[in-house]
T-cell receptor, first 116, second 119 residues
Framework: ETGVTQTPRHLVMGMTNKKSLKCEQH?????MYWYKQSAKKPLELMFV???????ENNSVPSRFSPECPNSSHLFLHLHTLQPEDSALYLC???????????????FGPGTRLTVL | AQKITQTQPGMFVQEKEAVTLDCTYD???????LFWYKQPSSGEMIFLIY??????QNATEGRYSLNFQKARKSANLVISASQLGDSAMYFCAMRERENSGGSNYKLTFGKGTLLTVNP
């Protein structure tokens, strides 16, 4: 595996379900990110982890719970979601989020989530 | 004011022709980075090209080049010799400090331009 991988690629869940999204990076990076991409809206940053510590949480509802057990893996635990949470969830990684303006984020293929 | 403005919701180009996708940005920082990403219908956001605010030369990566005009605060993407596989959404993004003098950086994306390459 190379780059950034995400599983599952597609997920349909009911509002009472609990599910998790998984992201894995094979680039040796120190930072990982979760983004939400809704139709006709710019990409929204949700969470940032640097060296397994959460460094940013952009006012995301508590029904989204991130977990970063090590610098290569990132999870997004989902529970009691709403239909408006349906979106493409993208994971990204970068070498060093404090590394100035050249730090480039590399993205995974995304998980397309539908909440019924 | 929007940080990143992409004024073209959609663009069409004939195969093998060149196309320019517009991007203007707004920042008071002297140091910032500009990025272009491609997003095919499959969803993955693919990094294409980077331009630093202090770079004197326009960035190039294969068929991609960035027309950087600092005074105008524009960073247009030029794709030469378009191919059918270039059909996708293209996003311009800027990385800058969240607060003046701070150590946190933020990457802000535009709304994107949908490019369609016609055979």
């Amino acid at each position: 595996e190379t780059g950034v991988t995400q599983t599952p690629r597609h997920l349909v869940m009911g509002m009472t379900n609990k599910k998790s999204l998984k992201c894995e990076q094979h680039l040796g990076h120190n930072a990982m990110y979760w983004y939400k991409q809704s139709a006709k809206k710019p990409l929204e940053l949700m969470f940032v982890y640097s060296l397994e510590e959460r460094v940013e949480n952009n006012s995301v509802p508590s029904r989204f719970s991130p977990e970063c057990p090590n610098s290569s893996h990132l999870f997004l635990h989902l529970h009691t979601l709403q239909p408006e949470d349906s979106a493409l969830y993208l994971c990204a990684s970068s070498q060093d989020p404090a590394g100035g303006n050249t730090d480039t984020q590399y993205f995974g293929p995304g998980t397309r989530l539908t909440v019924l | 004011a929007q940080k990143i403005t992409q004024t073209q919701p959609g663009m069409f180009v004939q195969e093998k022709e060149a196309v320019t996708l517009d991007c203007t940005y707004d920042t008071s920082d002297q140091s910032y980075g500009l990025f272009w990403y491609k997003q095919p219908s499959s969803g993955e956001m693919i990094f294409l090209i980077y331009q630093g605010s202090y770079d004197e030369q326009n960035a190039t990566e294969g068929r991609y080049s960035l027309n950087f005009q600092k005074a105008r605060k524009s960073a247009n993407l030029v794709i030469s010799a378009s191919q059918l596989g270039d059909s996708a959404m293209y996003f311009c993004a800027m990385r800058e400090r969240e607060n003046s003098g701070g150590s946190n950086y933020k990457l802000t994306f535009g709304k994107g331009t949908l490019l369609t390459v016609n055979p």
